[in-house]
């Protein structure tokens, strides 16, 4: 029996990831396309596909970061210095007999 492949990125974070390259492929072709048509503002479209080579990666990678934060989850995005998961617990707990802060 052949054994089914799972991937430890999810299904979001694969079409984050495909959606940054399309669009990073497509300014460059985009970019191309215009200087081989010798249009005026061609190196400023080539100028954004260069930025946007690395705004698009930082944005996906804020947006996962954030999107772990807010549902409290161990992300690609989190700061594992030392390889131990950040902790996403909120930091004050509430002690259900008395209903009072823990510190």
């Keep these: 029996m052949e054994k089914e492949k799972t991937s430890k990125y999810t299904k979001g974070q694969r079409i984050l990831a495909l959606v940054g390259i399309v669009l990073i492929v497509l300014m460059y072709l985009l970019a191309l396309i215009f200087s081989l048509l010798k249009y005026d ?8 596909a260069v930025f946007l080579t690395v705004v698009v990666p930082v944005l996906i990678w804020v947006y996962i970061w954030m999107a772990g934060k807010i549902f409290h989850k161990h992300t690609i995005a989190d700061f594992d210095l030392n390889g131990v998961p950040t ?8 002690d259900q007999k008395n209903d009072k802060p823990d510190e």
Aim: charged fraction near 10%; hydrophobic fraction near 45%; proline fraction near 6%.
């Design 41 to 48: 503002w061609a190196k400023t479209v080539a100028q954004a």
């Design 87 to 94: 902790d996403h617990s909120p930091s004050i707990t509430v």
